[in-house]
């Protein structure tokens, strides 16, 4: 059994910074992409942002420009670099791995707590 392990989270006051970083317990194989969702209370799970092997990515609209996400390929981490936190970034965050060829399959860590302060 493959855990996605997350760290990083934490409380900040708005306008600052916190880093997460997610790796697998042991490696996986035929990776596609690697990414972050988040779920605040009372709402959906929503993408934040998702790194393809070949490095593209995609950002929610309502964090680009402020976060960045990265991975290390030979080590399968991914990183979300938080910048100018808000409030309303307030959530758990959720590492995501995909993998497979014909079939995809979703790996999901436990979730991080993020807690931005006015």
């Known amino acids: 059994q493959v855990n996605l392990v997350e760290s990083g989270g934490g409380l900040v006051q708005a306008g600052g910074s916190l880093r997460l970083s997610c790796a697998p317990s042991?490696?996986?194989?035929?990776?596609?992409?690697m990414g972050w969702y988040r779920q605040a209370p009372g709402r959906e799970r929503e993408l934040v942002a998702i790194?393809?092997?070949?490095?593209?990515?995609n950002y929610a609209e309502s964090v680009k420009d402020r976060f960045t996400i990265s991975r290390d390929n030979a080590k399968n981490t991914v990183y979300l670099q938080m910048n100018s936190l808000k409030p309303e970034d307030t959530a758990v965050y959720y590492c995501?791995?995909?993998?497979?060829?014909?079939?995809?399959?979703?790996?999901w860590g436990q979730g991080t707590q993020v807690t931005v302060s006015s």
């Open positions: 042991r490696s996986i194989f035929s990776i596609n992409r």
């Open positions: 995501n791995v995909r993998s497979g060829i014909a079939v995809s399959y979703d790996y």
């Open positions: 790194i393809t092997t070949g490095g593209f990515t």
